[in-house]
């Protein structure tokens, strides 16, 4: 501390700067903006959208409500679109074939929206086969227990099959070990030197993806009850610099956070140590916890909206994947 000259008064005052929004505005280094916004979305088969009960706000779409969605998305400028398919009960298998069907539901996403905006929206596919298994596991179950070769050969023709209708940016969230390395040589293979691969490198077993479940329908199925056997401990932090760097070496162009929230340490170190696109992802539960507190009139919903999705850049992450995405960006380009 510096000695005050008039003794009982603080020469440095830290409320001088805080007092205007003209100064504060001068004074921060962090800023959130459209360009930071990866909008998770739904598909659904049929023509009607069905309301998803643990996440007030959010819907499964129709393939014409995606391209509708996705239109929209890139008049208010968020540059890229995550999606999800909810996949009808009676295409889940042991071995999640429908994953590789080239007309698949998502595969008919990508086709309708890239129809429909181009190269004016980035679509990102996640690469795993929850949504296709009759279990609800990430890769083929052997015996009980996910087995990570041969999962990661499916794991290859699903990005093929994804690639090949027109997606941008293949997303594997499987945390199976190698499929980096095998998915890039894979694509590189067949013409898709371009398409980008975003990691989710650092994916923790936790039970924020709850809703999430629900909206695509692994969770009733979930055989074994959990995926600890290939997602990370909550409890280790050297574990996600590891994955990140073994994904880098593999290939990855960008890496992902997963969950976002209560893992921003993890955000901040990966960030710090690999200085690559590092992105966090929002998770369903915690749309599901600020929605529900905000539905009870206990939070102001826009106002922690914006500062959670603040905090994400502040950690350093390049950019979220958020259910709140569109209402973000309604506000920040209102
Ligand atoms: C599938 C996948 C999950 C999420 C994204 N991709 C669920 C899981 O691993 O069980 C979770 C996203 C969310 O909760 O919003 N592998």
């Known amino acids: 501390m510096f000695d005050s000259p008039r003794g009982d008064f603080p020469a440095v005052r830290m409320r001088r700067v805080r007092r205007h929004d003209w100064s504060r505005r001068m004074v921060r280094e962090t800023r959130l903006s459209v360009d930071d916004l990866i909008w998770p979305v739904f598909v659904v088969e049929g023509d009607q959208p069905q309301a998803i009960a643990s996440m007030p706000g959010v819907e499964r779409l129709s393939l014409d409500g995606v391209q509708r969605a996705a239109s929209e998305a890139a008049e208010l400028g968020i540059p890229a679109m995550a999606l999800f398919p909810a996949t009808a009960a009676e295409l889940k298998t042991e071995d999640a074939a429908e994953a590789v069907n080239p007309d698949n539901l998502v595969c008919r996403a990508v086709r309708a929206i890239k129809s429909e905006v181009g190269d004016r929206l980035g679509i990102i596919c996640d690469v795993a086969l929850d949504p296709y298994s009759s279990h609800g596991q990430d890769g083929l179950v052997q015996h009980g227990y996910v087995v990570n070769d041969a999962t990661v050969q499916v794991l290859c023709q699903q990005a093929i099959v994804q690639a090949d209708a027109g997606c941008d940016i293949i997303a594997p969230s499987d945390m199976m070990d190698g499929r980096i390395g095998s998915i890039r040589a894979a694509l590189d ?20 993806y709850g809703p999430f479940r629900d909206a695509v329908g692994s969770s009733g199925n979930l055989a074994g009850g959990d995926k600890k056997t290939y997602q990370q401990d909550p409890a280790a932090t050297d574990e996600a610099l590891h994955e990140v760097a073994l994904d880098l070496r593999e290939g990855a162009d960008s890496v992902m956070v997963k969950p976002g929230m209560p893992y921003l340490d993890i955000i901040q170190r990966v960030k710090e140590r690999f200085a690559v696109p590092t992105y966090a992802y929002q998770v369903s539960g915690e749309y599901a916890m600020l929605s529900a507190a905000a539905q009870n009139g206990w939070l102001d919903r826009q106002q922690v909206m914006l500062e959670s999705l603040l905090a994400f850049k502040r950690a350093g992450a390049d950019g979220v994947l958020t259910y709140f995405a569109r209402d973000a960006a309604r506000c920040l380009t209102a």
């Open 189 to 208: 293979a067949h013409g898709f030197a371009d398409v980008q691969i975003m990691s989710y490198a650092a994916k923790y077993a936790s039970a924020f």
